[in-house]
Nanobody, 123 residues
Framework: QVQLVESGGGLVQAGGSLRLSCTASGRTFSSYAMGWFRQAPGKEREFVAAISRRGGTYYSDSVKGRFTISRDNAKNTVYLQMSSLKPEDTAVYFC?????????????????WGQGTQVTVSS
């Protein structure tokens, strides 16, 4: 069992930056593919970014060039650095984990989820 705890959300003006963190319990974090998803009110949860256990990354077109996903296996933590934020980035952001070697980009494939952290971008 893996428990994920997100942090770092908050209120920021358009054009600003935030860094989200997701810390995992357990001793096998390095074997997990990790992902970030977001869900705005009234919308489905959507893929944002993912990183494989070996550090390969993949981004949605809507955040490519603005967001960066990274991981620190020594700290059992995955990060999402968000820059040039837009009001449409406003959502609850979730991290997810799956014990696999590949990058995972779909919601249904992940086994573990955090509780989410709110990001609000004001115009």
């Amino acid at each position: 069992q893996v428990q994920l705890v997100e942090s770092g959300g908050g209120l920021v003006q358009a054009g600003g930056s935030l860094r989200l963190s997701c810390t995992a319990s357990g001793r096998t974090f390095s074997s997990y593919a990790m992902g970030w998803f977001r869900q705005a009110p009234g919308k489905e949860r959507e893929f944002v970014a993912a990183i494989s256990r070996r550090g390969g990354t993949y981004y949605s077109d809507s955040v490519k060039g603005r967001f960066t996903i990274s991981r620190d296996n020594a700290k059992n933590t995955v990060y999402l650095q968000m820059s040039s934020l837009k009001p449409e980035d406003t959502a609850v952001y979730f991290c997810a984990a799956k014990d696999t070697i590949v990058v995972v980009v779909t919601t249904r494939e992940y086994d573990y989820w955090g509780q989410g952290t709110q990001v609000t971008v004001s115009s």
